[in-house]
């Protein structure tokens, strides 16, 4: 039996885990543009119109020169799918097992160079790249731990009568990534479907294509079959909506925006004349997540928790803070100290390890979130400079805090998906749960008390998929924390929890009489 162990991130206060750094940037610096095919069955295929990605950072750097595969590298994937899938699900479990394990041992080994390639392509800093490394290496061990326990079944016999209740893979498998976790995610989207015996289609975001490259050569090195895992680059309204309409996918994993996600479940209940499945479809979608500080909190741990959920990775997560709820009683003493604190914050190019706020993904990303500001212009108490030599070379856009009083306005509401704060002021504590909880969104939440009538309440109370009390509320760790959330946040299992694989295996049970009347007179010798 494989025993769990979560991964070390390591320590980039020691000289000797930062001497890869420059290194490794370089190298992979050397290696642009990089051009991302297609890949089925192992095959390149290169002759389609292709798209480029730019260095956050470096507008003028090209990074990827993707594919844009069509719909007939689909049907050569599913075709090859089909074929090869008899023979991936007949492998024995622990085969699966072991190439998965063989997968997060790979993405370990080869965390520098895959490090620069996330901080280069997504403008994400060192530590927050290092932390996403990580968690796909722990989705790897953890969904090959599982698929063990998993796989055992049920048996329940009596005299006369055995009964087993047991898992089978349930066919092809879509799986459609976002790019704010190019490693971890897709990871973890992928490594599931495959140890349970699953082909698996893999459509990586536009914005992250050459690290989602990397990666699925890493499962082929590790020994999972080409036949059962094909790679589709491309635009997600293309390529993306050609796989979650296809008949012969038996599920869609995706994890995205609100707007895409919820097309894809109209999709998938949309069944076709002579379809043969119902599509299952889990959706992992946005979240506008709230904070509460009370009026007895640690405010020192309150700010610092503030700032890295609101900020990490520019906000650009799903887990992200966008509504810190302040009781009265502190509010004043909150802002100020907040304020100070996000004054500080070090603006820089995510290849500096020091930096802790660096560029938003793309162009179309900065206009967008630069549109929000604007327009909000009259709500805004604080907003972080820029240094002109960043704001020439990329897509930075300035941490800001917003006030506001307007509970069905867009900053209480909206999700912003950006280095975005908003700060509201609530009576008490019932009020600052009802606020919290008036949401389209349960995905994370926070509250920093020290009151245990509060932490009681909030524990009953607030609607989140993952409650966070007293500690920041991005940065779920495998197993420990599963994670994802409900309401329009999401339908699905939670990714690294005990009953995420269970998505993607058809429940069966067999029982057979054992009370056998004679035998067949021919097959007795
Ligand atoms: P997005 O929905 O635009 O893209 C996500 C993926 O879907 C990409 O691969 C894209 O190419 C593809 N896609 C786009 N249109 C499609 C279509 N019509 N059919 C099929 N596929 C399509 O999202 P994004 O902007 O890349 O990511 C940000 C969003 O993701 C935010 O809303 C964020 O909250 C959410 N997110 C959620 C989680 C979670 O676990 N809940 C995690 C990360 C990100």
Redo the contacts with the bound molecule.
């Keep these: 039996m494989t025993n769990f162990k979560n991964e070390p991130v390591r320590d980039f206060s020691k000289e000797s885990n930062k001497e890869w750094i420059s290194d490794s940037i370089s190298k992979t610096r050397a290696l642009f543009p990089i051009f991302v095919p297609a890949i089925v069955s192992g095959k390149e295929i290169k002759n389609l119109k292709t798209q480029s990605h730019q260095n956050p950072a470096r507008q003028k750097e090209t990074v990827s020169q993707y594919l844009l595969s069509d719909i007939e590298v689909l049907q050569k994937a599913i075709t090859a799918s089909k074929a090869g899938f008899r023979s991936w699900r007949g492998r024995s479990s622990q085969e699966r097992i072991s190439i998965l394990l063989k997968t997060a041992d790979l993405i370990a080994e080869n965390k520098n160079e895959l490090c620069a390639l996330m901080l280069l392509e997504t403008g994400k800093n060192i530590p927050e790249a290092e932390a996403d490394l990580v968690e796909a290496v722990d989705f790897c061990r953890y969904y090959a731990t599982e698929y063990e326990r998993i796989v055992r079944g049920q048996r329940v016999d009596l005299p006369g009568e055995e009964n087993f209740y047991s898992y089978k893979p349930k066919g092809i498998v879509g799986v459609?990534?976002?790019?704010?976790?190019p490693a971890a995610?897709l990871t973890g989207m992928c490594a599931a479907p495959l140890v349970c015996g699953n082909a698996v289609l893999l459509?990586?975001?536009?914005?992250s294509s050459a690290i989602a490259l990397y990666l699925y050569r890493l499962f082929l090195k590790a020994g999972v079959p080409p036949e059962v895992f094909h790679f589709l680059p491309g635009?997600?309204?293309e390529i993306?909506?050609e796989?979650?309409k296809h008949p012969e996918v038996a599920v869609i994993n995706?994890?995205?925006?609100?707007?895409?996600?919820l097309?894809?479940l109209r999709e998938c209940g949309n069944v076709k004349p002579g379809s043969r499945i119902v599509k299952r479809a889990l959706c992992?979608?946005?979240?506008k997540n709230p904070m509460i500080v009370d009026g007895d909190a640690d405010l020192d741990l309150a700010v610092e928790g503030a700032i890295h959920s609101a900020f990490g990775f520019q906000g650009q997560?799903?887990s992200a803070l966008s509504r810190l709820i302040v009781l009265d009683s502190c509010y004043d003493t909150f802002r100020a100290r907040f304020i100070e604190a996000v004054s500080s914050l070090n603006v820089d190019s995510p290849e500096i390890l020091a930096s802790k706020i660096g560029p938003v993904i793309d162009l179309e990303s900065k206009n967008r979130l630069e549109t929000i500001l604007q327009e909000h212009k009259n709500f805004i108490v604080f907003q972080k400079e820029i240094p002109d030599r960043l704001k020439e070379t990329g897509h930075y856009v300035p941490p800001t805090i917003f006030e506001s009083h307007d509970w069905k306005g867009d900053l209480a509401n909206k999700?912003f998906?950006g280095p975005i704060v908003t700060l509201f002021r609530v009576r008490n504590f019932t009020e600052a749960i009802e606020r919290a909880n008036d949401s389209d969104y349960a995905?994370t939440a926070g509250l920093y008390s020290r009151n245990p009538d509060h932490t009681r309440e909030a524990k009953e109370t607030i609607e989140a998929g993952n409650l966070y009390i007293n500690r920041a509320i991005t940065g779920a760790i495998v197993e420990r924390q599963p994670?994802?959330?409900y309401k329009l946040?999401?339908v699905g299992a939670k990714?690294g929890g005990p009953d995420y694989l269970k998505s993607f295996l058809e429940p069966v049970t067999i029982t057979e009489n054992t009370m056998r009347r004679g035998f067949s007179a021919e097959l007795i010798q």
């Design positions: 459609i990534a976002p790019w704010n976790f995610i459509k990586p975001a536009e914005q635009r997600g309204e993306g909506a796989i979650v995706f994890t995205g925006s609100r707007e895409v996600g097309s894809i992992e979608m946005g979240g997560k799903c999700e998906f995905l994670f994802g959330g946040s999401g990714a």
